[in-house]
Nanobody
Framework: QVQVVESGGGLVQAGGSLRLSCAAS????????MGWYGQVPGKQRELVAR???????NYADSVKGRFTISRDNAKNTVYLQMNSLKPEDTAVYYC???????????????WGQGTQVTVSS
């Protein structure tokens, strides 16, 4: 099995910064994708940012220029540096990973438990 553990959420004032971390562990052969989704009550989870194993990244338009996603492959860890935070960034942030258990095998997706980010105005 795979465990996905997030950390780094909290309460911050508008304009402030937070750094989220997410570590995946288990009998993983490779991690193809690592990313973050955000969810507010009553709405679906939406992609915030993701990073592919080769290093390419995708961001939601609302966070471009403010958030930066990075990964440490040796530690199976992904980070989300969140700068210039706005009240509308308030959400539960979920980490997800797409992993392979063997070379050329299928990928499987796993989620963390979520971490709350609250931005006060």
């Amino acid at each position: 099995q795979v465990q996905v553990v997030e950390s780094g959420g909290g309460l911050v004032q508008a304009g402030g910064s937070l750094r989220l971390s997410c570590a995946a562990s288990g009998s993983i052969f490779s991690i193809k994708v690592m990313g973050w989704y955000g969810q507010v009550p009553g709405k679906q989870r939406e992609l915030v940012a993701r990073i592919i194993s080769g290093g390419s990244t995708n961001y939601a338009d609302s966070v471009k220029g403010r958030f930066t996603i990075s990964r440490d492959n040796a530690k199976n860890t992904v980070y989300l540096q969140m700068n210039s935070l706005k009240p509308e960034d308030t959400a539960v942030y979920y980490c997800y990973v797409e992993v392979q258990f063997q070379a050329l095998g299928p990928t499987f997706q796993y989620w963390g438990q979520g971490t709350q980010v609250t931005v006060s105005s």
